[in-house]
């Protein structure tokens, strides 16, 4: 009976102790394409057991069988937003504020996708943009040892009244550690009156919760990529600027990607993730500009998904 009563005990604790997956939740809008290259390059890249789940927020009957149908290509498991979110304020809103700006849209699908999901979540949990790709080798579990919370950290406001919070597009959460998660909010609008973005009301968890620790990722435009000459002239492309993307820490194949050109993307955590940049098209670009700027992303992406790591 002891021996019973002991190997249960064992049993318990080795089940208590399974390393959850990594849960990553992205969030998808009108550009199922992207779908496929986040799948791709998470089976490529990320050295974590993890899952997969795409949040789908389209607008349109049309957009979201298409993400459905991507979803289920790659069987991907796809959670269907509730539209009536953005019909009615699932989250707080100030006067003048609409239901449907692409910052209230944002925010309102990440909190559903906590609210719903990650809060209940038993390990570590990702917020990140539709057109944020793993493009080197990562672990999300090494990274995140002894740390509660990592992003990229943002501010409003001015010396007197500052707004410290974590931009919304690339986020990682331990729901194992951090204090009070359920009261986590990743809504834009206000905070002390001054206006900010998507993710701007994490400044409330922050200054509640002092103790955790926290990581912050760094950002690179690839503006701040290209030689002096070329900035100040106001170009998007630069083709000898070799040393200084050398000294960036960019490796050729990523150099030859800047060199061509693509207009308005980003690098974190020192060029692990490349981020699109509107690729929800808030900004109103023509269909020629993402036309070109897709055809250039999807030769870098095949580059590297081809290339032995």
Known sequence: MKTICKFGIILLLAIHNVQAKVLVMSYHYNRPDFIEIQHKTFEKFLEDDYEFVVFND??????????????????????????EIHNHPYLQRWPGEGYNSPSVRCSNGVQYSLDTLAFDHQGLAVVMDSDMFLIRPFSIEKYMKNTDLAGVPQGRGNAHNRIRY?????????????????TINFNCGRVDGIPVDAG???HHY???HPEIKVKNIGILHNQNTLCQE????????CTHNNKKLER?????????????????????????????RGGTNWD???ASFHNNKTSILNNFINTILSTNS
């Open 200 to 202: 701007g009301c994490t």
């Open 206 to 208: 922050l200054k509640n």
């Open 284 to 286: 109103n670009q023509s």
């Open 248 to 276: 960036l820490g960019f490796n050729k194949n990523e150099i030859d990607f800047l060199q061509i050109g693509p207009p308005n993307i980003e690098f974190l955590l020192n060029n692990t993730f490349l981020h699109y």
């Open 58 to 83: 389209a607008k349109t009957p049309h957009l979201e069988q298409a993400i459905v149908h991507m979803c289920k290509k790659y069987n991907i498991k796809c959670i269907r937003i509730n539209p």
């Open 166 to 182: 974590v931009w919304i597009g690339l986020v990682f959460l331990n729901m194992n550690t951090l204090p009070e998660r359920r």
């Open 230 to 237: 070329c900035r100040v002239s106001g170009k998007y492309r």
